[in-house]
Nanobody, 120 residues
Framework: QVQVVESGGGLVQAGGSLRLSCAAS????????MGWYRQAPGNQRELVAGITSGGATNYADSVKGRFTISRDNAKNTVYLQMNSLKPEDSAVYYCHARVLPLVGGEYDRWGQGTQVTVSS
């Protein structure tokens, strides 16, 4: 079984920074894509940023220039550095991993979510 665990959320003032971390563990052969999604109350879950094992990245337009995604393939860990935070960034942030296990085909695994709250 593969587990995905996030950390690093919290409360920060507008203009501040936070760094989220997410580690995948278990019977993993490789992880092609890792990424961060977020969901605010009343809204659908949306992609914030994603990164492939080769380092290719994509970002939501709303976070470009403020957020940076990175990963450590050896540790199956992905990070999200969030700068210049705005109140509208407040949401539960979920880590996503597209896992290729030791046995079987690829599947998606989600973390439990971490709350990010930005006060004005």
């Amino acid at each position: 079984q593969v587990q995905v665990v996030e950390s690093g959320g919290g409360l920060v003032q507008a203009g501040g920074s936070l760094r989220l971390s997410c580690a995948a563990s278990g019977r993993i052969l490789s992880i092609n894509i890792m990424g961060w999604y977020r969901q605010a109350p009343g809204n659908q879950r949306e992609l914030v940023a994603g990164i492939t094992s080769g380092g290719a990245t994509n970002y939501a337009d709303s976070v470009k220039g403020r957020f940076t995604i990175s990963r450590d393939n050896a540790k199956n860990t992905v990070y999200l550095q969030m700068n210049s935070l705005k109140p509208e960034d407040s949401a539960v942030y979920y880590c996503h991993a597209r896992v290729l296990p030791l046995v079987g085909g690829e599947y998606d695994r989600w973390g439990q979510g971490t709350q990010v709250t930005v006060s004005s």
